[in-house]
């Protein structure tokens, strides 16, 4: 158990919906990362918060946004949503914003769009 | 732009040999390079990394080589247990993290 909490676990909705995944970090960590990882690819890095502030951007689509708020959960909003969307997302925390700390994962959120 | 590159994508061991997985990266600037397990409907799992300063790293049955000159690292594991069948992920980091599309590992008994 990595103590990183995602909800929902699955997601089924159809194109131009809007979904909002939830992610509770680690105890004591104040860094959270977003994810994408589509069918047989690697995890591509979407967006990390630090402290309640955006700290590094990655692949992330301007239908994407992402908060972190004062309790540091953090939330990824997807908005009109299309076939390609379907994916896992992770996501990640760790206690820092420095590469060098280990990130631990989540189980995910596996995206179905219909 | 994939600057990390895992070429492999599965590999096949018997149980007790070594198991070697590799990594390609393309970018000089990357700080830390980072392996994660990652098992099905589970989230990546963090085994060991290495500073860009370094070569080499060991923990346990686990050795990341690191070859700067020619921009390759590497994941050893000895000796190989069916556990570690898994996938495996190579990471890099430099201000964001950029991973490999993951080496299917395979270890029979």
């Known amino acids: 158990d990595s103590g990183v909490t995602q909800t929902p676990k699955h997601l089924i909705t159809a194109t131009g919906q809007r979904v909002t995944l939830r992610c509770s970090p680690r105890s004591g960590d104040l860094s959270v990362y977003w994810y994408q990882q589509s069918l047989d690819q690697g995890l591509q890095f979407l967006i990390q918060?630090?402290?309640?502030?955006?700290?590094a951007k990655g692949n992330i689509l301007e239908r994407f946004s992402a908060q972190q708020f004062p309790d540091l959960h953090s939330e990824l909003n997807l908005s009109s949503l299309e076939l390609g969307d379907s994916a896992l997302y992770f996501c990640a925390s760790s206690v820092s914003f420095d590469g060098n700390q280990p990130q631990h994962f989540g189980d995910g959120t596996r995206l179905s769009i219909l | 732009d994939q600057q990390v590159k895992q070429n492999s994508p599965s590999l096949s061991v018997q149980e007790g040999r070594i198991s070697i997985l590799n990594c390609d990266y393309t970018?000089?600037?990357?700080?830390?390079f980072l392996w994660y397990k990652k098992y099905p409907a589970e989230g990546p799992t963090f085994l060991i990394s290495?500073?860009?300063?370094?070569d080499k790293n060991e923990d346990g049955r686990f050795t990341v080589f690191l070859n700067k000159s020619a921009k390759h690292l590497s994941l050893h594991i000895v000796p190989s247990q069916p556990g570690d069948s898994a996938v495996y992920f190579c990471?890099?980091?430099?201000?964001?993290?950029?991973f490999g599309a993951g080496t299917r590992l395979t270890v029979k008994p």
């Open positions: 970018n000089s600037m990357f700080d830390y």
């Open positions: 918060y630090y402290n309640g502030e955006e700290r």
């Open positions: 290495i500073s860009s300063i370094k």
């Open positions: 990471a890099a980091w430099n201000n964001d993290m950029r």
